[in-house]
Every structure is written in structure tokens, then in C-alpha cells.
């Protein structure tokens, strides 16, 4: 039954997953995977090598699709793993498989079971542990074997990502009030410990394969201390959201709402109702769960970033399958009205209401922005090119094409937050240096008479230049403008339009070093499609007062302001010649 249910998954997944290079973090971790290099951190060793193994397995389809269908085939499991733990808790077999199913086709498991992220095979691990576990609290005559297996699961779980690392405290509680005497005996402590020492030691691979000189490096870490500093992701603690205890009253707030979002209005009624019968039938159960949910909302209090908690719910995965066993419990409760003929059938209203309403907004199997962007950044550059590249909907997807599929190997690749960069020397009468973003340091005012550098918009990059040079720029707007960049079948996540409004920004920049009064029409169309990015709001304020549009730069520079506080202040705009200097931020 279990098999049965996590193929009934595999082949909605399979149907609407990615067939490509998916936006944000996919390119480079398809990088890292192909290239058996280290990830951005915390490196995920034990997705980049089991990745690797699946490719190897599966020798057909584009590198990219295969790390797609590993996590199809990893979010499937978890499916079938947690059919096999509500069986074990006692539900009839069309609650467990039902209660499955809608974990399947909750908003965030779906986000992620058809590209390549960590996150589906991290919630199979989850899933894994979590079952081992329950057969332990069910039948501890059988020996602590399972619980063994459990604790050796969380240990890989973190070496996939440290989010995993909440069921630690989750399974003592879980063992404090099923057994309590097995935690009074010093050597559990200590088998215990020993189980999650093999997952963790996987870590090692990042220094290890980062002194071979891995293409896809980040941080080059060498030293035990880099090591350290690079798995506490310590240069991310500077984009904490939380600072007052109002803010995190906003992430639980998140959390609370956040389950309709997951599984429906039915699906949340069914959360809350099985808190009760599930407390009844299996409190130590319940109280593992709870734990699961605390621990990472703290998680996300203390470290996250704004678009880590409202944008990217995939770090919150393993609270939402905490929340899929109450769900089965309260889902049982809901079909007692009915007559127990009708409750086998009843039971699947739940999962194919999902599944039917949801099945557009997560239909990847045409999304193709990224790759169709990126490619065609690259197809454009001269011979010989060097490109400066930024964002993760950018540097990532170039990343992919360029180190996995050999596209364009004359073009020299520089990713900005990747590598330590050298200082770059170039000649720009001779040599052809793009940057995909707008950087400072190849724009600034020079006095009269003396040479500087500027950028001028050559579709979406930039060329360098020197302030002396005289240069035409192409247009290579008939490549650049999507057809489908308006398609409405085409799910559009917050990345995703991210990406598509930074391509309207940059036809406005092409526009406004046109002296084209069309510039503020493409503008428009970029803060309409990137209503909720503020570093991209706060883009258009800078466009708009460079251009002398001072009233439609103080509306967008409010509007920056109230989606992240960060760009509360603005640049200085009288001195001279700052309007004219300022330009977009990474």
C-alpha cells in the first residue's frame, strides 16, 4: 500500500515537474552535483553525492532533468514512508493512504518534488526517521533497533541540511514519554550519539574536495575555522528579518495562516481537529510533532531572511509534515458523521481537491524562464567575453549551462558571492567585459578631463566602457522579450517574477539611454510583475529619479520601504550628480 501510494505521487510529480533549469538555487546545485563540486552553504554533501549516484542510475535525459526527477522519486517516498507510519498508528488503510495523499499535494512538498533543491530528499529523510521511530514507540518488545535506524537518519538528514536537525529533540521527547526508562541508561546516550556521528562526518567532503580544486567552489574552504564559519552560514546572519519580538509574533502569525495555505481550508480544519484524538490514541506522537513545528518556527526566528519565511516555505517542510499526522488523525474524525460504507470513498475528497485545484499553479512542465534567459545571455556576448555575473535567477543558471552542458566555454564566467574573486584588469577599447546587474565600481563620476568607466544596457547586461569611447550599443531586444513572459499557464513563483520583472527593468534601461519616453510604459510593466520584490521597486525609484520622474520615484521608494525595511532610506538625490550615479542594487 505504502508503494502503491508514493507511485500514485511519483506520477504527478513526474507529469509537472521542471524539464529544465529551474530559477534560484537549481543551477548551481546541478552544477555542484555534476561536477561533484561544493554547494553555496552549508555544501549539502549528502544531496551532492546521492545526486550523483542518481544521475549515474538514470543514464538518459539532461543532467538537470534527472536531479528534477531524484526529487520527484525523493518526494514520493516520503509519501509512501508516511502511509506507512499513520498504518502503523492504527488508521485503516484508506486514512493512511488518503492522509498521504494530502501531504502530497501540499503547496510547499509540491514547490519542490519536480526541480532540483535539497528539500524533497531532506523530508524523506524526515519521513524515514519519523516511521523507524513510530515502529520503535509501537512495539519497543522488538528492541531499540528502530530507534537506532532513526537517530542514524537524522544524521544524514543533517548532513543534507541542518534544518533536519529539530527531530533530535523531537525523538527524545517522543522516547521521555513512551519509554523513560530507556533514557536513564547512560550507553542509550551514548549509541545515540554515535548514530548521528556518520551523517555529520559527511561534512568533511567540503574541505576535502574544496583543496582538489572542485569548478564549482564556494568559499574555497580550507581550514577547520573556514569550515566552521562556513557551515553556521555565518555571512548569511547579517539578512536576520527578526529583531523584536513583534517580528516574531509575524513569523507565528505566518505559521498559523500559512496551513491553509498547505493544505486546504478542509485540510486545516482536519489539523486542528486531530490534535485531540491523536493526543488520546498516541500523545508521545502528538508531543514529537509539536516539537517538530516549535523548533523549526524558531528555526526561522533566529536566522532566516525575509524571503526565507514569507516567499520560500520550503525551510519550513518539516513542520508541515509534523502537521500531516494530526491531519489523518482529524480527517478520521470528520468521516465518523458518515455511514462507515461511504468513508473508504469519502476519504480521497480530500486529496483530489487538492490535486485538482492545485494542479496548475504547480505544472513546471513548461516553465523554462530560466534556462531560455541565461542561454541566450550567454549566445549574445562576443567571442572571448568576460562576464560579471549576480542573483541567483542569473549566476546559478549560467552556472548550470556553462560548466554541465560546455555552453560557450570561450566566455569567461565570474560569479559574484561564489568565488574569492581576483582584482579584474582589463582594456574595455579591447576587451569585452558585460555585467548582468548594475556595479558601482563601473560607474562612477570622474572630474573633467580625466577617463572613468560606465555601463551601457545592451539588452539585459550591461557593457563596460571607458568615458572617452565612443560606443553604439546593439539592440538585441528581438531575442530578450519572451513570448510567453505573460502566459498565465505558466506558474510564476516569486523568484520566477523576480526574473521576468528584472527583464521589463532592463528594456526600461535600454529605453531611458534611448531617450525614449516608452522607458517609464516598460518600468511599469516591471513593478507590476514584481510587485512584491523590493530590491526591484526600489530599482525603478532610483530609474525613475535618474530620469527626472520625482513624483514616481517617491511612490516606488515607499513602496521599497514597506515590502523590506531595509531600503528605508535613500541615497542621497541632491548632491550632484548622485541622481545621475545611482543605479540598481544587487
Known sequence: MALFTSLAALAVYVRTACRTVYVGDSGELAAAVHTLGVAHPPGYPLYVLTGKLFSVLLPFGRPVWRLNLFSAVTAAASVGLLQATLHRLGLPWYLSVSGALAWAFSASLWSQSGIARVYALGVSLSAAATYFAVAWYVDPQAGTWPLWVAITLVGLGIANHPVAAAHVPALVALAALADRATLSRPLVWLVAAACLVPGILLYAWVPIRSRQGAVVNWGNVQTPR?????????????????????DAGQVIAFYLQRVVAEFGFLGAAAVLLGMAPLAEAHLPVLVMAIVLVVLNAAAMILHARREDIFHWTRYMLTAWFALALPLAFGWNSMLEILPE??????????????LMTRFGRHDLSRHAYAESYNRRILECLPEGATLIAQDDNVVFPLMYLKYVEGVRPDVKLLEQGVHRLEPLKFNPRQDAVYCTHWTAAFNQSVAPGQVGLRLIPEGVIYRVIST???YHPR???DVFLLPDMEDARIPRNFLTRCLLGHVYFMRGEWSAHQRNMEALGWYERAARMGYDDATLNYNIALA????????AAEGMFARAAALDRKFAVQPPGDAPGAAEDAGPQA
Open 341 to 354: 460504507t461511504w468513508r473508504p470513498w469519502a476519504a480521497f475528497v480530500l486529496p483530489m481537491g487538492l
Open 544 to 551: 525613475y529619479r535618474r530620469s527626472g520622474w520625482r513624483w
Open 475 to 477: 539592440d538585441l531586444w
Open 226 to 246: 573556514e569550515l566552521w564559519d562556513f557551515l553556521r552560514r555565518k555571512q548569511y546572519w547579517q539578512y536576520q528579518y527578526v529583531r523584536s519580538v513583534r
Open 468 to 470: 572617452d569611447m565612443i
